[in-house]
């Protein structure tokens, strides 16, 4: 069974000061990594997603993440925070040689606040 | 603006009674997903339509059914909704191409928090 794990329920971070926000996950096969961002009462928006190629992935919002196979984990970064960074976060995981194969729905963690303080 | 589509918002129902959420999409894709989200918890998978063909998780409860009568729409019934149903409720499409499966991103609409009375 595939699964992902955000170790922090909250990450506070000054405003310009660099952030990260972690994720490690577990699959059998070659995972597809996904970040996504969640404002209060609204859906999910995608950030960015590893599949392959290079480890370094640069998506939305000057987010980026680093894709590390020896340590299962794909970390969330950004160099400068804004105040409207502040939202919850999620990680997730596609297992492309799950049993069955075809599309599948994400595995997701259970999310990270991220609270940028002014 | 191509998007993911969901009405209503907002859906306050009673206790045993049938409620359908709608989910809707101009992005053409083939693949529509149903997700639970319960408060202060990630998204679960209910079931996804991949084209006609409807693909239930193994521990969806039986009061969810779900019906796709065309590419554009997908519905979420709850035949009997219980307290325990109250979440929000997450409509996601991708386009799945054959020979590439699992490769495209997940699209989420805004969700429809359904309250349970």
């Known amino acids: 069974a595939q699964s992902v794990a955000q170790p922090e329920d909250q990450v506070n971070v000054a405003e310009g000061n660099p952030l990260t926000v972690k994720c490690t996950y577990s699959v059998s096969g070659n995972p597809y990594l996904f970040w996504y961002v969640q404002y209060p009462n609204r859906g999910l928006q995608f950030l960015l997603k590893y599949i392959t190629g290079d480890n370094l992935v640069k998506g939305s919002y000057g987010f980026e993440a680093e894709f590390n196979k020896s340590q299962t984990s794909f970390h969330l970064k950004k160099p400068s925070a804004l105040v409207s960074d502040s939202a919850l976060y999620f990680c997730a995981v596609r297992d492309i040689e799950r049993s069955g194969g075809g599309a599948d729905g994400l595995t997701f963690g259970k999310g990270t606040h991220l609270i940028i303080q002014p | 603006d191509a998007m993911v589509i969901q009405n209503p918002r907002y859906q306050v129902t009673q206790f045993g009674k049938p409620v359908t959420l709608s989910c809707s999409q101009t992005?053409?894709?083939?693949?529509m997903y149903w997700y639970q989200q319960k408060s202060s918890q990630a998204p679960k998978l209910l079931f996804h339509y991949y084209d006609k063909d409807f693909n239930n998780e193994a521990d969806t409860p039986d009061n969810f059914q779900s019906r796709r009568p065309n590419t554009s729409f997908c519905f979420l019934d709850i035949r009997s909704p219980g307290l325990g149903d109250a979440a929000m409720y997450l409509c996601?499409?991708?386009?799945?191409?054959?020979?590439?499966?699992?490769?495209?991103?997940?699209?989420f609409g805004p969700g429809t928090r359904l309250l349970v009375l």
């Open positions: 992005l053409n894709h083939n693949v």
């Open positions: 996601a499409t991708s386009r799945d191409r054959a020979g590439a499966p699992n490769l495209e991103t997940q699209y």
